[in-house]
């Protein structure tokens, strides 16, 4: 599978950190990249059940493939968000299924940053983009 091109910047981003300090550092950064909701859009169809922290997820078929969006009230929430959000902009129904998130925190050194409750909560806002694809 091609990795999309914001994927790819992340990748190469987080591989340029020399420790965890400076991956901490960049994924708040990137978590303020997110576009942001609009306070319609932070609704109760759009939350992310599962999630300790609120997480409100939005997503758009272009075609066939997906965009999406999200908020978080935590920052550090929203940072993982960011960087899920570049691994599954404009994939298609079947890759959306098939992506493999605990690879994808792993490849850009996150994975340590993945408490039980956090794993979890992305994990639910994975399966909530999978729901949305199905339909």
Known sequence: MTLPASAREALDAFAACPGWEQRARLLMQWGERLAPLSEDERNEENRVSGCESQVWL???RDGATWHFRAASDARL?????????????????????????ADWFAQLGLSRQLSPSR???????????????AN
């Open 77 to 101: 929430i929203r940072g993982l968000l960011a960087v899920l959000l570049a691994r599954v902009e404009g994939l298609d129904d079947a890759e959306l299924q098939r992506l493999d998130l």
């Open 58 to 60: 939005v997503g758009e």
């Open 119 to 133: 794993s979890n909560g992305l994990n639910a806002v994975l399966l909530r983009m999978r729901e949305l694809a």
